[in-house]
């Protein structure tokens, strides 16, 4: 793999940009590998990178259905964050946090990690109390946090209606190190990482069936035939349910879809993050100038990459409720994923039933910020048979054993978290 | 997306709240000897099917009934709408 530098790029420029080679190879599936990682998404990627570089091994596969970076991977609104409040939670997202601090280095690929800020609103005094908690638990986890008063709010980010009727804005609680990524850039990285590491990136691979004797994975059925493998990590997002009901199993997850909007580009407006909640609405800006935003789940379950109108309705409200400016900007796009929603609101990393086969999923509309913890711990998972030290909550057997991670407090529902 | 409400014709999906699975009518015997698995699975264990799918619909801002909405995931297309407490009726044999 030739670096990435500075230098490189100016070499490039005086000699005709011939220099550029594709960023990964296009293989044919080997009859068999080690490992096999369904789903090219940032997750799979990220477990395929670790696998290689960590774990020093390169006989591995990611399957791919489509193309790479065609999920949620490139369809996110890039926020990066470890401000969760729950044991189970916070050490896991903050792992996350730190990679995304060194991801470019470790990558050599330029994924714009932009730590920003994210300023969550607060609203009422009860509000207050909880963040002020929520923060003391992420001072404890190392992540840093600071509570906002209105007059320092207003100074950051003087365009908000703070004086609205409904939800009057009293404060915020701020997490700076928490940001944004270019998240194709995410996903490239990884896969370039990967690929001169030797693992085999497989497009146009849909993983359609598993191979199982006597409670242990042989391999494999795709659209480009029969692959065996030692190991078989699933991570596949919205299909979840789909792939797994393949190996005979029921998972606590259904698929609902997640819509986010773009506006035309703008000069800088906004610092970083903005999240209402009690208005269902964020907002960051990119780099190219477009606000980025999004707001609730459609609410019931779906499998069609696109939104309702209701919601989009429902969004534009808490824009114009937020920072009535938002009115003036054109919206240049809109789109949908399908989510994994688990009935926690948590994510699930572990074996199953079923020997060498292993499971990542259930990461609701919050798993990109976990990429590169997710693809740490799982590949951790994946080559030790033991859970990473971050990960150990996020077990199946959590909803049977009563010992849910349920960090709004909701209780047993996918179409609330 | 308009619901086809058996008394009151097509109404605004907007009008309902989405509980989800239908699978919920089907609410296990607290008495069986396997209650705690049972209960388990049907709290939180989904077949989240890519396709056709049941699901209960309540009608908060209309006449507050509870449907059984069959529904396509893929393409939202609204398949049929029934009474709840017509298909609760029709499990439990007493119709
Ligand atoms: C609109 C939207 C906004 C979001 N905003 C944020 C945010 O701001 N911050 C945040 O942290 N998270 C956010 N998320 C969530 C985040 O994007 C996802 O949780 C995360 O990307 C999921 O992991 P992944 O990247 O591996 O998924 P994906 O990129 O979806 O990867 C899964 C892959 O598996 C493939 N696949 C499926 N079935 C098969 C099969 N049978 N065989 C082979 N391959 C298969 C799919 O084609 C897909 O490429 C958002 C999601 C959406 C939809």
């Not at chain 1, 230098?7 to 599936?29: I, M, Q």
């Not at chain 1, 946090?97 to 470019?104: P, V």
């Not at chain 2, 396997?34 to 006449?63: I, S, T």
Request: charged fraction near 20%; glycine fraction near 12%; hydrophobic fraction near 40%.
């Amino acid at each position: 793999m030739t670096r990435f530098s500075g230098f490189r790029v100016l070499k490039e420029a005086l000699t005709g940009h011939n220099g550029w080679a594709p960023l990964w190879r296009n293989p044919a599936p080997k009859p068999a590998y080690d490992f096999v990682i369904i789903g090219g998404g940032g997750h799979g990627l990220a477990t395929a990178y670790t696998l290689a570089k960590t774990f020093g091994q390169a006989n591995v596969a990611v399957l791919e259905k489509g193309w790479i970076g065609g999920g949620n991977v490139g369809r996110n609104t890039t926020i990066i964050r470890s401000n969760y409040l729950l044991p189970g939670n916070q050490p896991f997202y903050e792992l996350s946090m730190k990679l995304w601090e060194n991801l470019e280095q470790d990558t050599n690929f330029n994924s714009m990690v932009s730590q920003r800020g994210i300023i969550n609103l607060i609203h009422s005094d009860a509000q207050r109390d909880a963040y002020r908690r929520r923060g003391n638990a992420m001072m404890l986890s190392g992540a840093g946090a600071r509570l906002l008063d209105v007059d320092q709010l207003r100074q950051m980010v003087p365009f908000l209606n703070y004086d609205n009727a409904r939800f009057p804005i009293r404060g915020a609680l701020m997490q700076s190190r928490a940001g944004t990524a270019r998240h194709d850039g995410v996903a490239w990285g990884y896969a370039r990482g990967a690929d001169s590491r030797g693992v085999d990136i497989i497009q146009n691979c849909e993983v359609t069936g598993f191979r199982v004797e006597g409670g242990k994975v042989q391999g494999v059925e795709t659209t480009r035939g029969f692959i065996g493998a030692g190991k078989v990590g699933v991570a596949v997002a919205g299909h979840s349910s789909q792939v797994m009901a393949k190996a005979g199993l029921r998972l606590p997850i259904e698929s609902h879809a997640l819509q986010a909007f773009v506006s035309e580009g703008l000069k800088p407006t906004i610092p970083g993050v903005i999240t209402f909640g009690a208005g269902h609405f964020y907002v960051s800006q990119s780099d190219k100038g477009g606000l980025v935003f999004g707001g609730d789940i459609d609410g019931y379950n779906s499998y069609a990459q696109r939104g309702n109108l209701p919601v989009v309705e429902d969004v534009a409200e808490g824009g114009m409720a937020l920072m009535p400016m938002i009115g003036r900007a054109r919206l240049l796009r809109s789109w949908g994923g399908i989510v994994d929603m688990s009935m926690d609101g948590s994510p699930i990393i572990d074996r199953t039933p079923i020997d060498g086969l292993y499971f990542n999923g259930g990461w609701n509309y919050g798993g990109f910020k976990a990429t590169p913890a997710a693809g740490h711990v799982f590949a951790h998972l994946l080559a030790t048979d033991t859970p990473h030290e971050t990960a150990t909550a996020f077990r199946f057997d959590r909803f049977n054993r009563g010992y849910v991670i349920d960090e709004k407090g909701v209780g047993a529902t996918p179409n609330l978290h | 997306m308009l619901i086809p409400h058996p008394l009151l014709g097509l109404r605004d999906a907007q009008e309902f709240t989405v509980l989800g699975d239908a699978s919920l009518l089907a609410r296990p015997d607290p008495t069986r000897s396997d209650a705690e698995a049972a209960f388990c699975d049907y709290v939180f264990l989904r077949d989240n099917p890519k396709g056709v799918h049941r699901e209960l619909w309540f009608h908060e801002q209309g006449d507050r009934s509870w449907l059984v909405v069959t529904r396509d995931t893929v393409t939202h297309e609204i398949l049929s709408a029934e009474l709840a407490s017509d298909v609760k009726k029709r499990m439990e044999g007493t119709e």
